[in-house]
Nanobody
Framework: QVQLVESGGGWVQAGGSLRLSCAVS????????MGWFRQTPGKEREFVAA????????KYADSVKGRFTISRDNAKNMVNVLMNNLKPEDTAVYYC?????????????????????WGQGTQVTVSS
């Protein structure tokens, strides 16, 4: 059984930082491209950041570029996102996603439909 468990969400003032982590079990983590998405009530889930299966390539949504950093530790089956200079508009439920389908080396996947496995989400609230 594949499980993705996010942690690290919480409340922070604008300008602050949070580090989200996602622990993956039940599949060969090193073979999966990984991504982070977020969703607010009434809106569709949106892409935040992604990393290829080797960890050598990353991509970010324009809204978080320069503030967020995604990384992975294939030995620990974990993917993280460090979020700096948080803004109130970053408030959302953040989801970790694992590709599940074959992941090509050096390829970044940014669509919700590109991912087969999802975590339960962790709330991030940024106050002004």
């Amino acid at each position: 059984q594949v499980q993705l468990v996010e942690s690290g969400g919480g409340w922070v003032q604008a300008g602050g930082s949070l580090r989200l982590s996602c622990a993956v079990s039940g599949r060969a983590f090193s073979g999966d491209a990984m991504g982070w998405f977020r969703q607010t009530p009434g809106k569709e889930r949106e892409f935040v950041a992604a990393i290829d299966r080797s960890g050598g390539r990353t991509k970010y949504a324009d809204s978080v570029k320069g503030r967020f950093t995604i990384s992975r530790d294939n030995a620990k089956n974990m993917v993280n996102v460090l979020m700096n200079n948080l803004k109130p508009e970053d408030t959302a439920v953040y989801y970790c996603a694992a590709r599940g389908l074959p992941s090509l080396y050096y390829v970044i996947y940014t669509g919700v439909g590109d991912y087969e496995y999802w975590g339960q989400g962790t709330q991030v609230t940024v106050s002004s």
